[in-house]
């Protein structure tokens, strides 16, 4: 599964940003299949699990951005968006998509969201 993100940016503290994560070439049938997630990882720490949605379409999120992140998708576009709002400085990482499917990962680019306060 080919992944790409996009969506990244600079923000101020209290903001929002959504990023997008398309499975590009990939038939309906398997997007359907997949399990996705957003990971990130900030300077000099390790890359952390951020949220999920299940083939099944169920949700969770990280205690860190719960309440203020949201996931959804849109299956004919093959895309699942992380909506971030309240966004706080300490959300400032590399965000990276994550497809699962049958126990195989597939990660797209990364892309970066900085947050000033």
């Known amino acids: 599964v080919q992944l790409q993100a996009s969506g990244g940016g600079l923000v101020q503290a209290g903001g929002s940003v959504r990023l997008s994560c398309t499975a590009s070439?990939?038939?309906?049938?398997?997007?359907?299949?997949?399990?996705m997630a957003w990971y990130r990882q900030a300077p000099g720490k390790q890359r952390e699990w951020v949220a999920r949605?299940?083939?099944?379409?169920?949700?969770d999120y990280a205690d860190s951005v719960k309440g203020r992140f949201t996931l959804s998708r849109d299956i004919n576009r093959r895309r699942v968006y992380l909506q971030m709002n309240s966004l706080k400085p300490e959300d400032t990482a590399v965000y990276y998509c994550?497809?699962?499917?049958?126990?195989?990962?597939?990660w797209g680019q990364g892309t970066q969201v900085t947050v000033s306060s």
């Open positions: 070439r990939t038939i309906l049938s398997v997007f359907n299949s997949l399990n």
């Open positions: 994550n497809a699962e499917l049958r126990g195989s990962n597939s």
């Open positions: 949605i299940t083939n099944g379409g169920i949700t």
